[in-house]
Each structure stands twice: as structure tokens, then as C-alpha cells.
């Protein structure tokens, strides 16, 4: 606050307050809120700032007298999650730092800096135990940025980086549990456990030579868990070993032969190295022994379209959509198939179906907006188009038929605009500048 940084400091004190379970529990919470006012009157929040003012003046008056009431101990850490705990007089000391912080004139060099990092020892431990709490409840996304942000502050917490590592992984948020179970496995390499949850998320992160190498030390030691192998399998055959990921694979047609979904798991691989032969033969296996598994017809009918028979793409993903008849993947992939049939009416029909289920999923705005646009209905056609460029800017063909869409209206500057973005997008994504191919 005295230093300027109106914004931070507004943070700071609203964290400082949020940490007290009753707001008049310490004998600074009133001087919290006047601060706190004031900032946000500097703000130009004026509204917020005469909130904290009432309440500032309120709690003057309803102070409690010493003792009154006991604030709980930090909480310990205990399990998988542990928290390096904050005591009371830890919380007390950060809130008198906060509010009763040397003027910045009368702050020596060395004394500023001491009184910074004592501060943001405190504030990481605060993070750090808000994220223990979030943890233990299993509400893993916010643990995540509690850990994260405690790591901002203290990145030397005890026992951080395993709290943050398993946050972000359970939370599903894999390139954020990266960081901190790398640097745990530096510190302990035969944690087989840590092994395989970086493993995992390299794996779900798409980066699958980092995967296959982070596996390799262990492939003797997996567990009979078909999702570990499936991964480490699929991580190998991408990286250029497919007689390591295909002896994973062999592994869990062994241990699972009479499992459909173990089945469906392995012609998922071969499908991904566009081995069909053998993924058809898994996935025919899948529904012997289970003729309502789902996504088994679906990939049925990606392997037929990949192979040019559309009759039979459409006979499977129809036969998915008997098993499961909200599966998105198969409705935009059945309207798809419609659209190379020149069925545009039942692919129309698809895509609004599609989109009924997530309105967000760009490809399928910009297929509709471009079957519209064939059909004529120009208007309906621009509306999906720009929906479209808005889910995915960085993607070329949706100017493209943008422009078309506009210049068939007599919007002519939106179309050269539409139409200069596309063929800046399409330079810029062209295989000389990125060694990729086209998307579309």
C-alpha cells in the first residue's frame, strides 16, 4: 500500500481477512478494513471502499475482548496432502506486518528486504495450507492454485512440490504437474510412483518422447494397469520404438483378453498408427464381448471413412449413436460423412445437434456455417462462420469462407479483411514456415 501497489495490496489484504474464520476474531481486522477501504477508494472503487469503511467503524465498536474467542490451529498435514502449518501467532504476525508496515522513506535498504521475505514466507505458508484444506475436500483444481501461488511467494515450503505435483495431476491438470514431479524426481529417481505420474502427464500432454523415456527405466516393473501400459505403450510406438510399445500392448491382451475395454484400448493404438487391419480386429473383439461398448463402432466407422467407405462409416457411427445417442464425436463425425455424400440436409441436422451439446466446438460451427453457405442461407451461414474464427482465430478456413459468406451480402471491407487474415494466417501456418502440413 505504501509503496503504490494499490491493486496488490487490495489482494493481499483481502487473503489477510479471508484467513480468520470470523471477521472480528483479531484486534487488527478493523484497521484491515479501513486499509483496506482506503485502497480502494484510491482505486476509484468507492462503493467498496464505503463498504470497508462501515465495516471498520462496526467492528470498533463490537470488539471482543481478549480471549474471547479461540482461533482454531492451523490445520497439520497428515496422508498424501501435508500442509507446513501456519500457527496462530504466524497468521497474527502477518496481518501486523500488513497493516503496520514502515512508511517507505524510513525504510533502510536491508530492513525493506528483510521485512519482503519475511512476509512472503508467511503468505506461502497461507497459500500452502489453504491448498492442504482444498486437497483434503478433493476440490484439486483450487488446491492446484493455492499451490501454485504459495510456490510463488515460498517455493522452499516443505513438502510443496509433492502437494502441488498431486493437486495438479488428480485435478486433471497435467502440464501444471510437470514442474514440480520433475523436481521430485531429480530428488528421488527410484520413486517408481513419481516415475509413472510424470510419465502420465507427458503422455497426456502430447509429449510423447519425454514419456517413453520417463517410462523406459521401469517397463519390467509396470503394474498390470491397462491404462499405464496403454500409455507408455502408445508413448513408445510414437517416439519410434514399436517393439517396446508393442510388447506393452501384448501385456494387456495377456492380462485383460476377456476385458472388451482392454480390446478397445489396443486397437485405439494401432488405429493411431494407422495399422487398420489389426485395429479392426481389436475392435470387432471389443464387441464380442460387449456389443454395447461404446466408442468401439465409433472408430469402426473412422477406420471405413479413412479408407474411402463412407457407406460403411455411416452403417457404424449410426451404430454408435444406438449405443450412445449424445456421443458428439460421432454426430459431427457421421454429419461429416453426410457432407462428403452431398447429404446436406441429415449433416445439417447433425451439426445443430452437435452444437445443442456443446456450443463451443468450433469445427462444427464452421461446417455448418459452410453447408449453409452451399444451401444459400447466407445470414445463418455468417453467423457460425464468425462464431467459428472467435473459437479458434489461429485457423485459416474459417476466413476464408467468411469472406465468401460477406462479399455474398455486399459487405465488402469485412470480406477483404476476412480474406487478408486468411491468407496471413495460411503463410503463416504454411509447411516452409512451421514443418507442418495444411489443417484442413
Excluded: C
Excluded at 530428488?187 to 502427464?201: H, I, T, V
Excluded at 463451443?360 to 445470414?379: N, P, R, V
Excluded at 462462420?385 to 465468401?404: D, R
Amino acid at each position: 500500500f505504501n509503496a503504490g501497489h494499490l491493486v496488490k495490496a487490495v489482494a493481499a489484504l483481502q487473503k489477510s481477512l479471508s484467513l480468520a474464520p470470523h471477521a472480528g476474531d483479531t484486534p487488527d481486522a478493523a484497521e484491515a478494513h479501513e486499509l483496506l477501504g482506503k485502497a480502494q477508494k484510491k482505486l476509484g472503487r468507492h462503493a467498496e471502499a464505503e463498504s470497508e469503511q462501515s465495516r471498520a467503524k462496526q467492528l470498533r465498536g463490537q470488539q471482543p475482548e481478549p480471549g474471547s474467542r479461540q482461533i482454531p490451529d492451523a490445520i497439520s498435514g497428515s496422508g498424501s496432502v501435508e500442509a507446513a502449518s501456519l500457527s496462530r501467532s504466524g497468521q497474527q504476525e502477518l496481518r501486523s506486518m500488513l497493516l503496520h508496515a514502515p512508511q517507505e522513506s524510513d525504510i533502510p535498504s536491508t530492513q525493506e528486504s528483510e521485512f519482503v521475505t519475511s512476509v512472503s514466507a508467511l503468505l506461502g505458508e497461507a497459500y500452502h495450507n489453504l491448498g492442504v484444506i482444498d486437497a483434503r475436500a478433493s476440490r484439486y483444481a483450487n488446491a492446484e492454485e493455492e499451490f501454485a501461488e504459495a510456490a510463488r511467494w515460498n517455493p522452499r515450503i516443505e513438502k510443496l512440490d509433492r502437494n502441488w505435483g498431486l493437486a495438479a495431476f488428480r485435478a486433471e491438470r497435467y502440464e501444471h504437474a510437470i514442474g514440480p514431479i520433475e523436481r521430485l524426481l531429480r530428488q528421488s529417481p527410484k520413486d517408481n510412483n513419481l516415475r509413472q505420474m510424470l510419465g502420465l502427464s507427458y503422455y497426456m500432454t502430447d509429449q510423447f518422447a519425454k514419456s517413453a523415456e520417463t517410462f523406459r527405466p521401469i517397463l519390467n516393473e509396470l503394474a498390470d494397469n491397462p491404462v499405464l501400459l496403454y500409455a507408455a505403450g502408445v508413448a513408445l510406438v510414437r517416439s519410434g520404438d514399436s517393439a517396446a510399445g508393442g510388447r506393452l500392448f501384448t501385456r494387456m491382451l495377456e492380462h485383460g483378453a476377456n476385458s472388451p475395454e482392454v480390446h478397445l484400448m489396443v486397437g485405439q493404438a494401432y488405429y493411431g498408427q494407422s495399422q487398420f487391419p489389426e485395429a479392426l480386429l481389436e475392435f470387432q473383439r471389443a464387441l464380442d464381448l460387449n456389443s454395447n461398448l461404446a466408442e468401439a463402432h465409433y472408430f469402426i466407422g473412422m477406420l471405413y471413412f479413412k479408407q474411402g467407405k463412407l457407406d460403411e462409416a455411416v452403417q457404424e457411427l449410426n451404430a454408435e449413436l444406438s449405443v450412445n445417442s449424445r456421443s458428439v464425436p460421432a454426430m459431427y463425425q457421421l454429419a461429416y460423412v453426410h457432407l462428403e455424400q452431398r447429404q446436406t440436409e441429415e449433416a445439417i441436422r447433425l451439426l445443430n445437434a452437435v452444437l445443442a451439446e456443446k456450443p463451443s466446438y468450433g469445427d462444427a460451427h464452421y461446417q455448418l456455417g459452410k453447408a449453409l453457405l452451399d444451401k444459400g442461407e447466407t445470414q445463418g451461414a455468417i453467423q457460425h462462420l464468425e462464431t467459428a474464427t472467435q473459437l479458434q482465430p489461429a485457423q485459416s478456413y474459417g476466413y476464408y469462407q467468411l469472406s465468401l459468406a460477406y462479399r455474398r451480402v455486399g459487405r465488402v471491407e469485412d470480406a477483404d479483411k476476412a480474406l487478408r487474415t486468411y491468407q496471413q494466417l495460411k503463410e503463416k501456418n504454411s509447411p516452409q514456415n512451421s514443418g507442418e502440413g495444411p489443417s484442413k
